[in-house]
Every structure is written in structure tokens, then in C-alpha cells.
């Protein structure tokens, strides 16, 4: 017993080492095993609101190109509008419309905080729990997609940006059903990689780019970018297409927060198949 | 050491305001991810207990983390320059140093001697924070060139500032 204690105070120093190091690991795969720890909640208020000071400080500066953006965004909006629309339709009578029942809403935000040049990069956005943001929300912006919703405080939100390791997004080539995820590959941030496009698919330089809409986070159509080359190594099956990116991470200001509606009863239905499915084998 | 914990607490403020709102903002390359906040931990006296080292050392990477949205590898990197200091110091250093319980800094000990001692803590926290960051082995060589390219930015910064601070008394020794 007295030997014990011998050992742990002549090496306090080395035990305390191990036991600090050994919660940062701890944190560490708690965080990689997407178990979100609370510590990021609690850090979020605090960091949120030193960000959101130093945001509205720089955002002074953007004005200009702000307006510019929103312009840009209105002038596409109003055509999009029922009234910029011929009625062709001959008949005209009211009805209940059971047919377009609203699947998505979208909760505006403003970038808080945003990293282009380190290998696993996040927002912060000034939405939090309070405006109905919640994990696994994907994010938008006016000409593309931005990332998905990691963690939620009260007012704020950490956004996963589609520039990080753990960010994989599914896409696919917009006038052909050829699908695969879209990767950063931690170099340039205007460009990403399509991986697992089958080898039968034709590609050329230039396809659009989008959202595939296969997981509850985007809707389908969202702009991702374009093909700027790709290859088909000998013996692979897959292609590896670089696609140029069509968001701009590197003046984010404005996004969209996508609320789905249908989430929890698609995703609730998905991982109840994935619990039958053994049974029927 | 009221004195000293107040000095330490503005250092910690200055350096989170540079490292947060400046240095994180400037995007050199996808390559250069200078880190300087560790400067506060290099810079504790050389009598600072080992475990207060450690702690002081958690904290900061604690800190750290709540502003990078990252759970856990500031801490890490941290804690490790925590427990290697202390080390570093007393074998590169002589008993006049401990005695005096001087501060290791550029203008008591030289450039030749803060360069070393500076490049090795560097080294050593880029290198585990960018491998726990990218959490694989992966992308070894290019997770290797962010940990080398970061580092010498880091370096330069640290010894600027600390020519910016202190006057560097002629090296006769």
C-alpha cells in the first residue's frame, strides 16, 4: 500500500499527463462517432456571441457586395414568381391542394464565422435551437450548397462545411441519374471530387453538378458545380470527376437553412429496414 | 502572483484576440495554418510546477477548441507541450536559469537558444493537431507538408513578436 502511494506521488506529474490526455481522446472519438458532446453546445454560446460581434463589424465592409448578391437574388426570385408565370391552364376552379403538400421550409441566416484553408473546416451561423434549427439541417446559399447543421446552441449553429474530411454529399450528374458523393480533398476550396460515378456513365467537361436528393438533408436540384476534368483509370470501375464548385466559401455571407419536413418519418423508416432487413435473410 | 496571473490573463486575451480574429482569417494557403496562441504556455516562467504546466496547458487547448468548433485536439496538442516543457527546459538550460526563475524568452536567453526551444514545441503541437485533425493516416505526406509549412509560418510569427516585445540584449556568450 505505502508502495503505492510512493508510485503515484513520485509520478503525479506523468499520471495527470495520461488521465488529460486521455479525456482529450475520449472527446475526440466521442466527436468522430458523430455522439455529439455536449461541450461543442456549451462552447457554441460562448464562441457564438464573440463572433457574432466581430460579424457585424465586418459585414460593414461587405455592403456593397451584399446588395449586389441580394439584387442578383431578388431579380431571380420575381421570375420565379406566380405572377411572372402565362395561366395556361383553361378551367379555373378552386381546390384543396392535397396534391403539393409543402416538404420544405427554408430558415434565412447570416455567417457568423467561416475557415476555407484548414483540412476540416466549420461555420458558425446566427440561427440556433430558438429559430427551430436542428442537427442535420442542410445549409444553401444562393448558388450552391454550403454545408449540414453539426451542432445547435440557443441562438447559434455549427455548420459542418462541405470543406471538411467528414463531409460526404450526395450528387449527381444533372441530366443523367448517375449518382455518387461528392469529397474534398483538402487542397484547393473551389474544388471537390464526385467519387463512384459507374465507368458506363458518359462525363464531359462542363455537366452540371447537383444535389442528388437520395438523403433527407438537400432537395434534389440544389446546384453543387461543374465538371472542370475527369479520368477513368485502367481496371477501375469508377470515375474520378473534379467538380468546381459553384458556392464561393470564400465570401460566404447570407445561407439558407433547409428545414424538411418529411425527415424524421423518412429517416425513422429508413433505419427500421435497416433492422428488418437481417430478419428476412 | 497576483501580478503574474493578471499578466498571464491579458497575455491569454491578446493572444485568443490575434490567433481567433486575425491569424485564423488570413488564408494563405489550404497549407498554412499558423497557430501562435501557444506562445502564452512557452512563455511561463521556468519554476512553473509540472502539473500546473499540464493544467494550464489543457485549458488553453479547451479554450482553444470552443473557438475552432473542434472537441478535443487543441487539448491534446496542448497538453502535450504541457507535459514536454518542462522537460525541454530543464535539459537545455543551466541552474543560474532556475535559480533566477526567469522567463524563457528571446531577450533572456538569445535567438540561437529561443529558436530551438520555439521550433521544437512548434513542431510537436502542428504535428499532433493536424494528424488528429484529419484523424487518419490517409493523406500522410500532405497532412506532413500542412505540419511543416504551418509550423516555419508559426515560428516566424513567434519570434517577430517577440522582437516586437522585447529587445534582444547583444548575444556575447
Known sequence: MRNIIVFLYKYYNFILFLVLEFFSLYLIYQYNTYQRASFINFSNGVSGQAYSTVANFKSYFRLRQINDSLQLENARLRSELFTSYYNNEIRDFKVNDTIYKQQYTYIAAKVLNNSINKRNNYITLNRGAAHGVKTQMGVICDNGIVGIVMATSEHFCTVLSVLNSNAKISARIADDNAFGSLVWDGNDPTVCRLYDVNKHVQVANGKKIVTSGYSTIFPENIPVGEVQAHSLEAGDNFHTIKVRMSTNFSNLTSVYIINNFFKEEMDSLEILTKIKLPDDQ | ?173
Open chain 2, 1 to 173: 502572483m497576483i501580478n503574474e496571473l493578471l499578466k498571464h490573463t491579458l497575455r491569454l486575451i491578446l493572444l485568443l484576440f490575434v490567433q481567433v480574429l486575425i491569424v485564423n482569417n488570413v488564408n494563405l494557403s489550404s497549407y498554412v495554418n499558423p497557430y501562435i496562441y501557444i506562445l502564452l504556455l512557452m512563455m511561463l516562467k521556468v519554476n512553473v510546477p509540472k502539473w500546473q504546466s499540464l493544467v494550464i496547458g489543457f485549458l488553453l487547448g479547451a479554450v482553444m477548441d470552443m473557438f475552432s468548433s473542434t472537441v478535443g485536439i487543441h487539448m491534446f496538442a496542448t497538453t502535450l507541450l504541457g507535459y514536454l516543457r518542462p522537460r525541454i527546459l530543464s535539459a537545455s538550460l543551466n541552474k543560474e536559469d532556475f535559480d533566477a526563475n526567469i522567463e524563457p524568452n528571446i531577450a533572456n536567453k538569445g535567438f540561437i537558444w529561443f529558436f530551438t526551444y520555439a521550433a521544437s514545441l512548434i513542431f510537436v503541437h502542428h504535428c499532433s493537431l493536424f494528424f488528429l485533425e484529419i484523424y487518419s493516416t490517409k493523406e500522410f505526406f500532405a497532412t506532413m507538408q500542412r505540419v511543416l509549412y504551418s509550423s516555419a509560418v508559426s515560428l516566424l510569427m513567434i519570434i517577430l513578436a517577440q522582437f516586437l516585445f522585447f529587445t534582444v540584449k547583444p548575444s556575447d556568450d
